[in-house]
């Protein structure tokens, strides 16, 4: 199947407009923003592709499910953060780019055993997701995304995971003193220190976790009236 649907969920009705309300100014009242609007904003497209197959073998005692998915998005909807310089109340929304989610999924059920009284099925399942930003807009070559006390939880770049992590390498807890290691850029294990901190002490890697699959078993053994499951 295939599907062309457009998204504007999370924007609210008035993401375009720019608001303003009542406030008190050296005591003296005044207008203020309340929110900045952005009157370019457009939909945030999705062209989507399913194709699927389903087959059975012995009498159905065998059968395999295969899904492939495609989600390829256009204008990207997100919420950018403004420099704290520019003075606004809020992030703007904005259509920053595109990105595309892809996958498989994979289904087998097996029944070996199957009699009047007993049977056995087992049943394995598999699937993979890749997500990937193709590409930003207005010449930005990294997209932050912080919280109101403007920390860094995530950024979204080209070729990458929309959201990426980038976190300091661990090297766990110190066991005689509770306190939390970390490895400098020379690879050497460190205590977190709060505060200051020289330069190149803490080497940043990426670890977004975006190329991996995930699996299961499951099986059920029934004998007469009764059944024992396991996953």
Not at 46 to 59: L, Y
């Amino acid at each position: 199947s295939y599907g062309k649907v457009g998204n504007i969920a999370g924007i609210g009705n008035a993401a375009a407009y720019s608001l303003y309300g009542s406030g008190l100014y050296g005591g003296l009242a005044t207008l203020q923003f309340n929110s900045v609007g952005n009157p370019d904003i457009t939909w945030e497209t999705s062209a989507k592709t399913d194709i699927g197959a389903t087959m059975g073998f012995f009498k159905d005692r065998l059968t395999l499910e295969l899904a492939y998915y495609m989600n390829d998005i256009d204008n990207l909807l997100l919420s950018v953060p403004q420099s704290p310089s520019a003075g606004l109340p809020n992030n703007v929304f904005q259509n920053v780019g595109t990105m595309y989610n892809k996958g498989i999924e994979v289904g087998i059920s097996a029944t070996p055993v199957s009699k009047s009284n007993f049977s056995w099925t087992t049943n394995f399942n598999f699937t993979y997701n890749k997500n990937e930003v193709t590409s930003l807009a207005n010449g930005i070559t990294e997209l932050l995304h912080v919280t109101s006390s403007l920390e860094t939880v995530n950024k979204s770049t080209i070729g990458n995971s929309l959201g990426t992590l980038w976190v300091v390498r661990t090297g766990g807890v110190d066991p005689n003193t509770g306190r939390r290691i970390f490895y400098n850029k020379a690879g050497e294990k460190i205590f977190y220190q709060f505060g200051t901190l020289p330069a190149g002490q803490f080497n940043w890697m990426k670890e977004d976790g975006t190329q991996y699959t995930k699996n299961g078993v499951a099986a059920q053994i029934t004998w007469a009236d009764d059944a024992v499951s396991y996953a």
